[in-house]
């Protein structure tokens, strides 16, 4: 019985400090999401969700993010804006007019004022009905989205240090992407935002006639490395040419698809049709993250293409 009692308690023992030991490491181990965004592998395309998944929740609501969260997309993209009052909020347009049921400019707004509103379905618009959603907070969305979803973080006025502040605070600091307008790490918006070390970054890159090249403007950005480049293109060979550049710098490759300007020929009205002949051409050539209105059917066209990292 003595023998028995001493093994049973070495074996309990040893079950507590190896349940210990893993509990440490889960507890220490990077966010699934991030170590894809910050690493990617081949053949591996993440989805990032505009203003979330507004076609089931009034967009850039916090109904919208966990709709995307519960289809399983990557990253959800919002917009940032200041109330009178010094509040940051998620809203897209300068006024409340489109998406709630008041009128007004959010600038001009206190935060209690824009408390009293409610957020109309969908993408907005006097035609869509008036939702129990509110205008959110950054901190309520961040706090929602933590070790759940990415956060792509669309500043439309100068917050974006102050939207940082608040990431740290809460803890998703790797889990929140800063963009800045920018073809050169020689922009003044880049040589001036001191946050950049602290926070994952990307430029938003565009074709500009008789402008450089985008390996050219890749090649410019290596000391920064950022995470990923938000490409903006007129022709595939702008995108053809830069692919390599940014695969050697193992970043993401990202393309915008919600509208035609901003993905020529390529965008969601046009790929949901034949999700292989835009969404799949833009995958051939190199683009391994999209922002995009349809991300319920370009999850469904990657997972039948085996285009998922699988965890």
């Known amino acids: 019985m003595y023998v028995f009692s001493k093994i049973a308690l070495s074996m309990l023992f040893l079950t507590l400090v190896v349940g210990c030991s893993q509990k440490e490491t889960m507890a220490h181990k990077p966010n699934h999401l991030t170590m894809r965004l910050n690493k990617p ?7 990032v969700a505009h203003r979330a998944c507004w076609h089931k929740a009034p967009e850039n609501s916090l109904a919208a993010i966990e709709a995307c969260i519960n289809l399983g997309v990557d990253m959800v993209e919002i917009d940032v804006r200041l109330t009178r009052d010094g509040k940051l909020v998620v809203i897209h347009d300068t006024t409340v007019d489109r ?4 009128f007004g400019q959010v600038s001009e707004m206190t935060f209690q004022e824009l408390r009293t509103l409610y957020l109309r ?7 869509k009905a008036v939702t129990a959603e509110r205008i959110p907070t950054l901190e309520e969305v961040l706090k929602i989205t933590k070790d759940r979803i990415l956060v792509n973080i669309d ?3 100068d917050v974006r240090a102050q939207a940082l502040t ?5 803890g998703v600091i ?5 963009k800045i307008n920018a073809n050169s790490p020689d922009d003044p918006a880049i040589i001036n935002a ?6 994952l970054f990307m430029p938003i890159v565009k074709e500009l006639k008789d402008g450089p090249s985008l390996s050219k403007i890749v090649r410019d950005y290596d000391e920064i490395s950022p995470v990923a480049y938000e490409v903006i293109f007129a022709n595939t060979e702008f995108l053809q040419e830069g692919a390599e550049e940014i695969l050697r710098q193992g970043n993401r490759f990202w393309v915008n698809t919600m509208k035609e300007k901003l993905a020529p020929g390529y965008s969601d009205e046009i790929a949901v049709k034949n999700p292989d002949a835009h969404w799949g051409e833009l995958i051939r050539l190199g683009v391994n993250i999209f922002q995009t209105d349809r991300p319920e059917e370009l999850l469904a066209y990657l997972n039948e293409h085996d285009h998922r990292l699988r965890k």
């Open 99 to 102: 998406t709630t049921d008041g």
């Open 121 to 127: 379905n969908n993408d907005g618009g006097k035609n």
């Open 194 to 199: 001191d946050f950049l070390d602290r926070s």
């Open 41 to 47: 592998a081949i053949n591996d395309v993440m989805v």
């Open 174 to 178: 790797s889990q929140t992407i800063i």
């Open 166 to 170: 608040i990431a740290k605070q809460i």
């Open 155 to 157: 500043a439309k006025t």
